[in-house]
């Protein structure tokens, strides 16, 4: 079966723009994860989707970040007037079960 | 604030040279997990501890959670250079969420 998807694997920006990162995650899965990943660091939590209950957005670093999720599979993170500091990979996982999360290879994000 | 820290956050060896991996807190989680990840991908599970003082064993990989669920450690036997990646630890807190340890970078040279 297909594992969980993002696109696009590249997004290159300017400064100021706002970009939307993509994740399909496995299907049935219920739960549904946003993470931030900079260089040589762990996984930053953003966000957590959970079946058709309000989203957990205590990770979110700013009100720039917000993320969907509709019908309860596709998810969409959405940064608005990107910085710098927001350069990154971002990491969508899925579960099913617990907390035993299934990641999608990743988004790498280049704010220039 | 939960905090994992891992130890050492990089580790360069020979082939066949013997390793452990630290994940410590001063907190208490529900389970640990430990993943690993290799360049250009997300990271992988590995295995999963929920018992305090519990062993698992996965090939030429032993995981050990402490008796107080506040650590765990991951020795390798053997390594081989299909072991090089990010080994990434994270504990199981409050609502169904992880939070994850910098992580150790492995090379394992031939």
């Known amino acids: 079966g297909a594992g969980v998807s993002q696109s696009p694997s590249n997004k290159v920006t300017e400064k100021g723009k706002d970009v939307e990162l993509r994740c399909d995650p496995i299907s049935g899965h219920t739960a549904l994860y946003w993470y931030r990943q900079s260089l040589g660091q762990g996984l930053e939590f953003l966000i957590y989707f959970q079946g058709n209950s309000a989203p957990d957005k205590s990770g979110l670093p700013s009100d720039r970040f917000s993320a969907e999720r509709t019908g309860g599979s596709v998810s969409t993170l959405t940064i608005q007037r990107t910085q710098q500091e927001d350069s990154a990979v971002y990491l969508c996982?899925?579960?099913?079960?617990?907390?035993?999360?299934?990641f999608g290879p990743g988004t790498r994000l280049t704010v220039l | 604030t939960q905090l994992l820290e891992q130890s050492p956050q990089f580790l360069s060896i020979q082939e066949g040279e013997n390793l452990t991996v630290y994940c410590n807190s001063s907190s208490v989680f529900s389970s640990l997990q430990w993943y690993r990840q290799e360049p250009g991908e997300g990271p992988v599970l590995l295995v999963t501890v929920v018992t305090g003082g519990e062993v698992k064993k996965l090939k030429r990989l032993t995981f050990q959670f402490g008796d107080a669920r506040k650590d765990s450690s991951l020795h390798i036997t053997a390594a081989q250079t299909g072991d090089t990646g990010l080994y990434l630890c994270?504990?199981?807190?409050?609502?169904?969420?992880?939070?994850f340890g910098a992580g150790t970078i492995l090379r394992v040279k031939s």
């Open positions: 996982a899925s579960s099913l079960t617990r907390v035993e999360q299934f």
């Open positions: 994270a504990g199981e807190v409050g609502g169904n969420k992880l939070v």
